[in-house]
Nanobody, 116 residues
Framework: QVQVVESGGGLVQAGGSLRLSCAAN????????MGWYRQAPGKQRELVAR???????VYGDSVKGRFTISRDGAKNTVYLRMNSLKSEDTAVYYC??????????WGQGTQVTVSS
């Protein structure tokens, strides 16, 4: 059974930092692309960052230069380091394990709230 579990969300002041973690089990982690997405109230889910099995990364325009995605194969875990947080970063953050468009496993999400 595939499990994707996020942690590390919370309340932080604007300008602060948080690190999200996502543990994925029940899959061959090494071949999966791992992604972080977010959804704010009333808005569509959007890509935050994605990292392939070979370590290539893609970032959403709004987080470039502030967020960093990384992965640890020994722990089957992907991280999202978020610096210089803004109020507009407030959202539920979701982790996804992806193998093409046909195989996507989602976590339950973790709330990030940035107070101004």
């Amino acid at each position: 059974q595939v499990q994707v579990v996020e942690s590390g969300g919370g309340l932080v002041q604007a300008g602060g930092s948080l690190r999200l973690s996502c543990a994925a089990n029940g899959i061959i982690f090494s071949i999966m692309t791992m992604g972080w997405y977010r959804q704010a109230p009333g808005k569509q889910r959007e890509l935050v960052a994605r990292i392939t099995s070979s370590g290539d990364t893609v970032y959403g325009d709004s987080v470039k230069g502030r967020f960093t995605i990384s992965r640890d194969g020994a722990k089957n875990t992907v991280y999202l380091r978020m610096n210089s947080l803004k109020s507009e970063d407030t959202a539920v953050y979701y982790c996804a394990a992806e193998r093409g468009s046909q195989q996507v496993y989602w976590g339950q999400g973790t709330q990030v709230t940035v107070s101004s």
